[in-house]
Every structure is written in C-alpha cells, then in structure tokens.
Nanobody, 129 residues
Framework: QVQLVESGGGSVQAGGSLRLSCAAS????????QGWFRQAPGKEREFVSAISWYSATTYYRDSVKGRFTISRDNAKNTVFLQMNNLKPEDTAVYYC??????????????????????WGQGAQVTVSS
C-alpha cells in the first residue's frame, strides 16, 4: 500500500524559511509525478508546485515562484519543498500528492488535485507577520 508522509511543517515569522519533506513507501516513486497542494481554513485546496519524474520538469503557482523550490530524491523516495521568504498568506495545511504517470503527461494535469491518487496527511505551516 502506497503511503505518503509529510514532515517539516511549523511556525515561522514572515521572511523565514521552512523545508517540507514527503517520504513515500509502498512503491518506487521514480515514475510518479509528485505535487504539493495547500488548503487554508475556509478555502479550497490549491496547487502549489509539482515535479515530473521523466524530465524533472517543475511547476509553480505564480505567487510562490522565486520563493519556493521543489526537488526530489528518487533513491530516497522523497520529494522536498523548500519555502523561503514566507508570507502570512502562505499559512495553510500543505499536502503532498503522488500519481504514477506515463512519460508524456499533459502539463495541465499537474495542477489538478483530482489527477493525484495518493495523498499525505498534511503538514501545518503557519507564518506570522
């Protein structure tokens, strides 16, 4: 059974940094697209970032470009989200997601949470001003 476990959440002041990790088990994630989504209270879950497995192409929502960096270590079945210059509006529960994909996968699929089968339990990120 595939499981994703996030770690690295916490509370920081605006301008600070956090690094989220998502460790996968139950399968080799070398052929999985992996994404990060977040959900703030009273809001819908939204796309944050994703990375393909074939070319390690990365995707970001506009509001985090230049501040967040997604990366993966296939040998460790782990994906990371380095978050710098955090802002109060980044406060949310962050979820990692995984989906086994073919080599050629439409870019638009990465942004859609319905395209991911496997989800972690979430990690709280709180940014105070």
């Amino acid at each position: 059974q595939v499981q994703l476990v996030e770690s690295g959440g916490g509370s920081v002041q605006a301008g600070g940094s956090l690094r989220l990790s998502c460790a996968a088990s139950g399968d080799s994630f070398s052929s999985y697209a992996q994404g990060w989504f977040r959900q703030a209270p009273g809001k819908e879950r939204e796309f944050v970032s994703a990375i393909s497995w074939y070319s390690a192409t990365t995707y970001y929502r506009d509001s985090v470009k230049g501040r967040f960096t997604i990366s993966r270590d296939n040998a460790k079945n782990t994906v990371f989200l380095q978050m710098n210059n955090l802002k109060p509006e980044d406060t949310a529960v962050y979820y990692c997601a995984g989906e086994k994909t073919p080599r050629w996968y439409s870019a638009s699929y990465y942004f859609n949470p319905a395209r991911y089968t496997y989800w972690g339990q979430g990690a709280q990120v709180t940014v105070s001003s």
